[in-house]
């Protein structure tokens, strides 16, 4: 079946610095691929999604590539805020399939 | 942009009582889900639907069902409350399967 593996957290880093969660795969065929934010208290927000090999997602300074020769969804930006303290979720949407796969969920701390 | 609403975004209820949650969406949508978050677990579906009176099983069906009338509108009940089954639900919906899934703001169930 279909799997996500993602760092385990918790996150913690001061402003400015830069920031990568990784995140890998497994699954049959050509998935979709998301990142999720969850801020404290609130649902999910979808921050960005790639749908095909070597694709680039960005939002809101956050950029992650479809890696389909190492299965990896790795999320990036080059200088976090306080403000990006969230949960962040990788998710997958198999090939013909209606299920949102997700990783555990990382939560990041950025510290003034 | 897609807006997704859940009735209450907290609720305490007794073990036994009969447990109603509501989730609206307004992009006319056809499909629509509910998942549970359990810190280390991540989230779980439990039902989706696929259209008005269609519904199918997901990861963790067992003590709650569900009701899609109209299109727009899909509830979650649980039959008999369990202290088990507090936690945070989540909705979900999204046009077509191969599409993204876009979250409701999420209620936080206790049972006690």
């Known amino acids: 079946g279909n799997s996500v593996t993602q760092m385990e957290g918790p996150v913690t880093l001061s402003e400015e610095a830069f920031l990568t969660i990784n995140c890998t795969y497994t699954a049959t065929g050509y998935p979709s691929l998301f990142w999720y934010v969850q801020y404290p208290g609130e649902g999910l927000q979808l921050l960005l999604k790639a749908t095909k090999a070597d694709d680039k997602g960005s939002n809101k300074g956050f950029e992650a590539t479809y890696r389909k020769e190492t299965t990896s969804f790795h999320l990036e930006k080059g200088s976090v805020q306080v403000s990006d303290s969230a949960v962040y979720f990788c998710?997958?949407?198999?090939?013909?399939?209606?299920?949102?796969?997700f990783g555990k969920g990382t939560k990041l701390s950025v510290i003034p | 942009d897609v807006k997704v609403t859940q009735s209450s975004r907290y609720l305490v209820k007794r073990t036994g009582e009969k447990v109603f949650l509501e989730c609206v969406q307004d992009m006319d949508h056809e499909n629509m889900f509910w998942y549970r978050q359990d810190p280390g677990l991540g989230l779980r579906l439990i039902y989706f639907s696929y259209d008005v009176k269609m519904k199918e099983k997901g990861d963790i069906p067992e003590g709650y069902s569900v009701s899609r009338e109209k299109k727009e509108r899909f509830s979650l009940i649980l039959e008999s409350a369990s202290t088990n089954q507090t936690s945070m639900y989540l909705c979900a919906s999204s046009l077509s399967f191969r599409e993204t899934q876009y979250f409701g703001p999420g209620t936080r169930l206790l049972v006690l």
């Open positions: 998710a997958l949407l198999g090939a013909g399939s209606y299920q949102l796969t």
